[in-house]
């Protein structure tokens, strides 16, 4: 089953001024008196983040089947067993993670191990964990 990121209403704003950012600086580069190979850096570097956090607002996803729980977020990918899902709960943290919104589900994952998610059905998200879970 596949769920997709809750993106908190703040985020969207956030995310165009700092590609907005981005390209002012770029535009600042070109139009002033800096050497070309510093205009080139630039260009792959605004390229290379707008092109980022675009992936990651277009794909950021949770995908819940044969006893794995996979995690999609623009190029960054997880595979968690499900039998290795200690807990899940759930967590305000604002620690970086393939999450678009702060209301997350902290899942605990072997020894020590966590990964903040944040899908628009946690009820169903956890269900679909628990319906995967292998029975003893």
Not at 23 to 34: P, Q
Request: include cysteine.
């Amino acid at each position: 089953m596949r769920f997709v990121s809750r993106v908190d209403g703040w985020l969207i704003p956030v995310l165009v001024i700092s590609i907005a950012g981005m390209l002012a600086a770029f535009v600042a580069v070109l139009v002033g008196d800096t050497p070309i190979w510093l205009q080139i850096v630039v260009a792959i570097a605004s390229v290379f983040f707008c092109g980022l956090l675009f992936a990651i607002l277009k794909s950021t996803f949770y995908v819940v089947e044969h006893g794995v729980l996979r995690i999609v977020s623009g190029p960054f990918r997880w595979k968690i067993a499900i039998s290795d899902i200690v807990e899940i709960t759930p967590t305000r943290n604002p620690l970086s993670s393939p999450a678009l919104s702060l209301d997350r589900l902290k899942v605990r994952y072997g020894e020590r191990r966590f990964v903040l998610v944040s899908p628009a059905d946690k009820d169903g998200f956890v269900r679909a964990i628990e319906n995967e879970r292998p029975t003893t």
